[in-house]
């Protein structure tokens, strides 16, 4: 199923999912006026069929008031992304919140969102040591001045 194939109540429906992955699926049915189970329905074949692809947390700024560090890792393989070991390894690290095949120099475009700049220095350890890696390049975000990410 691509995009173009889903209705507009599936369009509704993830319009309202990617607000609020947690919206009861009767708030939900009752937006799109559709029986809960409906709604239900549509919502596993949206699943099966990887239109939707997971549900993620994003992390607040909580009681601590502190923010997670983010940081890039652009990365430049061996083999010129010819296997797939170091992606996979990757995707082991909770804090990789997205990876990017790149054209140009750089193979791979690594954003991470860690607790503490220890950690970013053990996942960048991590992820030079991986068999395949032949370089990284680390730049570490110092604010945040757009963030057009949802809420």
């Given at each position: 199923m691509v995009g173009s194939q889903l209705d507009s109540i599936d369009q509704q429906?993830?319009?309202?999912?990617?607000?609020?992955?947690?919206?009861?699926?009767?708030t939900l049915a009752d937006r799109v006026h559709l029986s809960r189970n409906a709604v239900r329905q549509r919502v596993e074949r949206m699943e099966r069929n990887r239109v939707i692809a997971g549900y993620t947390v994003v992390r607040g700024?909580?009681?601590?008031?502190?923010?997670?560090?983010?940081?890039?890792?652009?990365?430049y393989r061996a083999d010129r992304m010819r296997g797939s070991q170091v992606v996979s390894e990757l995707s082991q690290i909770p804090?990789?919140?997205?990876?990017?095949?790149l054209s140009g120099e750089?193979?791979?475009?690594v954003t991470l969102q860690a607790d503490t700049m220890e950690r970013v220095?053990?996942?960048?350890?991590?992820?030079?040591?991986l068999p395949g890696v032949a370089n990284?390049?680390?730049?570490?975000?110092?604010?945040?001045?757009?963030d057009h990410a949802p809420t």
């Amino acid at each position: 199923m691509v995009g173009s194939q889903l209705d507009s109540i599936d369009q509704q429906i993830l319009t309202h999912l990617t607000a609020d992955a947690r919206i009861p699926l009767a708030t939900l049915a009752d937006r799109v006026h559709l029986s809960r189970n409906a709604v239900r329905q549509r919502v596993e074949r949206m699943e099966r069929n990887r239109v939707i692809a997971g549900y993620t947390v994003v992390r607040g700024r909580g009681d601590s008031g502190s923010r997670p560090v983010t940081a890039i890792v652009m990365v430049y393989r061996a083999d010129r992304m010819r296997g797939s070991q170091v992606v996979s390894e990757l995707s082991q690290i909770p804090e990789v919140v997205r990876c990017d095949v790149l054209s140009g120099e750089f193979d791979l475009l690594v954003t991470l969102q860690a607790d503490t700049m220890e950690r970013v220095g053990q996942i960048w350890e991590n992820i030079a040591a991986l068999p395949g890696v032949a370089n990284t390049v680390t730049a570490v975000a110092l604010s945040t001045v757009i963030d057009h990410a949802p809420t």
